[in-house]
């Protein structure tokens, strides 16, 4: 049985039987006006962080969500879209699909502003999409993307960037991990379907996106998530696992790189009321300003002794410097 084969079993469990600790369940439970989770869908929640952001969704979006667990997140996105079709779920399995459908019906009784139409669902996988080509603004996956193996992962991330519209966005929240996992750890299908051995470095998981012509990447969110200790899991040492939220926009790929954010900001301190770069950026005196990582090396790099430069935050939430 292969890990994909392996995953659609253990999901397909979870649909029949809900799972509260399958996954870190830590998506937050948003609490906005007239917004009801049904009990069901918190405890179908197999996310790792939240991919529903506000910012993303002004002006009637259409939304594409992969893999659609319990519809937490797909009731979340329909609340500001609130249009028949507004949002897309697609999932391969099928009793997670019907499972949704149900849950649905549930949050219909709850919120009298919802209607299953919203949400089209729709059978299919992450790696050949039923979604017309650049047709969706705002792209989700949640805790899925870690479960594919390299070249699954790079066909996965390529139908996402086919589906999106110029300037569209793919929003994720995936588990990684800086430290060596070994062969075992990598291979054990179980494991990557749990959400825990496909965990990548950053910079990997990154590269993975510009690579795929996204042109700005945006790091949201950095936090804890598992850890694997050789007391459970055949590993010498503890393992740190956190989980990342993402953004990957589908701007044109800069001439020098792309601009990945990941929370670092430059601050001018100089007796001038700005300073300019002749490139771009204007730094007004002691006003923050988030940069990208591009845009930080080559600040440093002027060896101004009037420019601060802070660490990665790993936490981006808009209005930098690009």
């Known amino acids: 049985m292969s890990y994909l084969e392996t995953t659609k079993d253990v999901y397909k469990e979870a649909a029949l039987t809900p799972d509260v600790g399958l996954c870190c369940t830590t998506n937050p439970i948003w609490e906005l006006p007239e917004l009801k989770i049904p009990k069901i869908m918190q405890e179908m929640n197999y996310g790792c962080g939240s991919t529903v952001h506000p910012r993303d969704l002004a002006n009637n979006p259409k939304i594409l969500y992969v893999g659609v ?5 797909l009731l979340q996105f329909a609340y500001f879209s609130r249009q028949k079709d507004g949002v897309i779920g697609v999932d391969v399995v099928d009793e997670m699909l019907e499972a949704s459908r149900k849950n649905f019906q549930e949050a219909e009784l ?7 139409e919203f949400v089209n669902l729709k059978k299919g996988d992450a790696l050949h999409l039923p979604v ?4 969706i603004d705002v792209a989700a996956q949640n805790c899925l993307f870690n479960i594919f193996k390299t070249e ?3 066909k996965a991330i390529a139908e996402m960037y086919r589906v999106l519209k110029p300037h569209g966005r793919l929003v994720m929240s995936d588990p990684t991990c ?6 075992e750890l990598r291979n054990d299908e179980q494991l990557r379907a749990l959400c825990l051995s496909g965990s990548l470095p950053i910079k990997e998981y990154v590269k993975m996106l510009t690579d795929a012509g996204f ?3 945006e790091i949201r969110a950095r936090k804890p998530y598992r850890i694997l200790s050789p007391t459970h899991y055949n590993t010498d040492e503890l393992i740190y696992i956190e989980s990342i939220e993402v953004a990957a926009i589908k701007d044109p790929m800069p001439e020098d790189g792309p601009c990945v954010f990941t929370g670092k900001t430059a601050i001018y301190y100089g007796t001038e009321d ?5 490139k771009g950026h204007v730094l007004l005196q002691n006003q923050p300003l988030a ?5 930080a090396n080559a600040l440093k790099n002027l060896n101004r002794e009037d420019i601060f430069i802070s660490e990665s935050t790993w936490h981006y939430d808009g209005d930098g410097c690009c």
Request: glycine residues 10%; negative net charge; proline residues 3%.
């Open 215 to 217: 042109g700005t990447i």
């Open 69 to 73: 667990g319990g519809g937490m997140e």
């Open 291 to 295: 940069v990208c990582d591009k845009t």
């Open 110 to 116: 709850q919120n009298p502003w919802f209607k299953s």
């Open 152 to 154: 699954e992962l790079k």
């Open 132 to 135: 017309e080509d650049e047709s």
């Open 178 to 183: 800086e430290q060596h996992m070994n062969d």
């Open 274 to 278: 700005y300073f300019d770069d002749k």
